[in-house]
């Protein structure tokens, strides 16, 4: 379905989005977990949990997975939908130009994909899944096992910001979401270049969101409207 509504974000439009000189990849006031850190809570999280370990990607985890995957599949969560709900001020914001962060929401259905971690690298895969998601011990408790339904039935699976704990949340309209998002940039770079390899990431797999498709029309409108140049 996803061929019938084209992607009217573009790379010219992430370009017109101006990065700021400097910024913070993290909140400066954050416990970053270490390693035992993150062994000690990939432990606690997959004890008693058959082999390969699933992962359920929704959002970046699909288009740069970061760790090594044995094997992939289409799969819903049941009682999930997408949303840009947590506020950033670093990252791909800046206290200046917040950006928004994706998440899971209750309610509805979210398609994606569910990663199987390599078991042949489990420990050093999870420590990299956890580090990456999960960053400081104040963000910690947002990983959680959902169910996901796919060809195999419904299944477990472990995934991140599932009704966020310890965010900033932001519960904005679908224009005022797109309106930040049009104008977010940090130290790891837009809102925008975000929104569109995560669109470009779901039409490759032919997931049609239609919040995540009418998102990214918004936010192109939102560029165009602040820099009508070509």
Excluded: K
């Excluded at 819903?76 to 994706?102: K, N, Q, T, V």
């Excluded at 679908?174 to 779901?202: C, I, K, M, N, P």
């Amino acid at each position: 379905m996803s061929h019938l509504c084209p992607i009217v974000l573009s790379d010219d439009h992430v370009a017109r989005v101006v990065l700021p000189a400097e910024g913070h990849l993290h909140d400066p006031l954050w416990r970053m977990l270490e390693d035992e850190d993150l062994d000690l809570l990939a432990a606690r999280l997959t004890e008693g949990r058959p082999r390969p370990i699933p992962v359920f990607a929704y959002g970046s985890l699909i288009w740069n997975p970061g760790f090594a995957v044995q094997d992939q599949r289409r799969g819903s969560a049941i009682g999930w939908h997408r949303s840009f709900s947590i506020s950033l001020d670093h990252f791909r914001g800046s206290p200046e130009r917040p950006g928004l962060m994706l998440a899971l929401a209750p309610g509805g259905s979210c398609d994606g994909l569910i990663l199987d971690v390599a078991e042949d690298a489990e420990a050093e895969s999870l420590r990299a899944i956890l580090r990456r998601e999960l960053v400081a011990h104040e963000l910690s408790a947002n990983a959680c096992w959902i169910e996901v339904q796919t060809e195999r039935g419904r299944e477990q699976a472990l995934t991140f910001y599932a009704d966020p704990v310890g965010t900033q949340q932001a519960q904005l309209s679908l224009r005022e979401q797109a309106q930040r998002l049009a104008r977010a940039a940090g130290a790891a770079g837009s809102g925008a270049e975000y929104l569109l390899r995560t669109v470009r990431g779901l039409q490759q797999l032919g997931i049609y969101d239609p919040y995540i498709w009418t998102l990214q029309q918004m936010v192109a409108e939102e560029i165009e409207a602040a820099d009508p140049s070509p």
